[in-house]
């Protein structure tokens, strides 16, 4: 078949894709394909370690190199892709693209079980997977008013979290069905999503052109968020460190509860029936919970203003964060593990929102401060997942988990040295 062939069949299915979705606003498709593709990425990420330790016979470490890997092929494509995204007129391709990829590696895994061919099909999978957001993001972030762009960011990450909160509950359960269940609900997912953004329209004819006036308005809370950029890129990238150790490495400490009849409520001496079975989905309540503390996190912030340019909120969310992992290092109580996902869920939620309302402040790097963003994002899964995976290997659980808090005093230097370094070029340039 040659190329004006596929280019025929490209435009009909736009075309189709148009007609169907354009009963609904551009803003609304959006948010629908934000939820769809978090959804099914996160039926994939409970699902992966449980495959790993079950159909492929590795263990914790195995599960977090794994991890890894994958999130070292999203930091690499999103910081190649960033030098590229600027000069595309219509940055949805570069989403279309990974929609097409993500599912083509991912559902492959099924049918094959041998730890080198699964590892490079779940890395393809999250490498597509880098190109979807940053122009996702973008898109939304052409909003020229900064009010609205906050509230419309909002409803999009309250969108994705949403996806990323109700995706364990099904990929939980299904799994304990049926292994190969999640990756049918995975495909259908995204076929759904890849619909709605080949239906999107270009983001000037959505949003229009910032004029002088708007522009004008937005210099001094631009420069800002400039300041705020470093540091909030690094605190997503902790917020992602931690939270990776809760989704590739803590799923091992609930299998081993679960089987060893050590999982308890709250400290009963006998374990409830309800805790005797079924470790994914036990595991998939507590990820249920971290992402619905981060859609409350997104709903709230798309409607209030007082977090911006507080460095104090996004340092001591960290600190409250690592403290929560000497918590989860020893408890066997499920409600215990329910509050540190919380407080991670909490971290997690405004420093990513933090990071990305900053890195979209500038109209004319967004897209590039988008793939950064996300790079900082998987960097954070790559150094969590790697990290806390070979450490609980060589240490155990409890000890790798107890680390955590030095972790954080670590990033919490660096980043008080970002902020003095942000806010004297600033005061420097304004001079």
């Not at 999640?182 to 619909?195: D, E, Q, S």
């Not at 900053?358 to 988008?370: F, I, P, T």
């Amino acid at each position: 078949m040659d190329s004006h062939s596929w280019i025929r069949i490209l435009d009909y299915w736009h075309g189709l894709a148009y007609t169907l979705a354009s009963m609904w606003r551009p803003l609304n498709r959006m948010y629908l394909t934000a939820f769809l593709v978090d959804f099914a990425c996160m039926v994939g990420t409970v699902v992966l370690p449980f495959f790993v330790y079950n159909q492929i016979g590795g263990g914790v470490a195995m599960s977090g190199v794994m991890g890894a890997v994958q999130a070292a092929a999203y930091v690499v494509v999103c910081l190649v892709s960033a030098r590229y995204v600027m000069r595309t007129q219509n940055g949805l391709v570069w989403a279309v693209a990974g929609l097409i990829a993500y599912p083509l590696f991912f559902c492959l895994l099924p049918f094959f079980h041998h730890p080198v061919i699964c590892s490079i099909l779940a890395t393809g999978s999250m490498g597509a997977m880098a190109l979807v957001w940053p122009a996702l993001h973008s898109w939304v972030g052409a909003e020229p008013d900064p009010n609205r762009r906050s509230h419309n960011m909002g409803l999009f990450n309250l969108s994705w979290s949403l996806g990323f909160a109700i995706g364990p509950l099904f990929a939980g359960p299904l799994y304990d069905f049926d292994f190969r269940m999640p990756f049918f609900l995975l495909f259908g997912a995204i076929t759904i999503a890849l619909f709605l953004v080949l239906s999107m329209p270009h983001e000037r004819r959505c949003f229009g052109e910032a004029t002088n006036e708007t522009l004008e308005a937005r210099r001094d809370h631009d420069r800002a968020s400039e300041s705020f950029l470093y540091l909030g890129w690094s605190a997503s990238l902790m917020a992602n460190l931690l939270t990776a150790a809760t989704r590739f490495v803590f799923p091992a400490r609930i299998d081993s509860l679960v089987r060893s009849g050590e999982l308890r409520f709250w400290f009963e001496s006998a374990p409830s029936e309800l805790l005797s079975a079924a470790p994914a989905t036990k595991y998939s309540w507590l990820a249920f919970l971290l992402s619905f503390v981060v859609c409350l996190c997104f709903l709230v912030m798309s409607r209030t203003s007082g977090w911006r340019h507080k460095a104090s909120l996004l340092m001591g969310l960290q600190a409250a964060a690592g403290l929560s992992f000497v918590l989860l290092s020893t408890t066997h109580s499920l409600i215990v593990m329910a509050f540190c996902f919380a407080v991670l869920g909490f971290n997690h939620g405004v420093s990513f929102f933090a990071a990305a309302y900053y890195s979209l402040s500038d109209a004319v790097h967004k897209h590039r401060n988008a793939a950064m963003n996300e790079a900082a994002v998987g960097m954070g899964v790559f150094i969590g997942s790697l990290l806390f995976g070979c450490l609980a290997q060589r240490m155990g659980f409890s000890d790798a988990f107890r680390l955590a808090p030095l972790l954080v005093v670590v990033a919490l230097i660096a980043e008080f040295g970002l902020l003095r370094h942000a806010r004297a070029r600033r005061l420097t340039h304004n001079g």
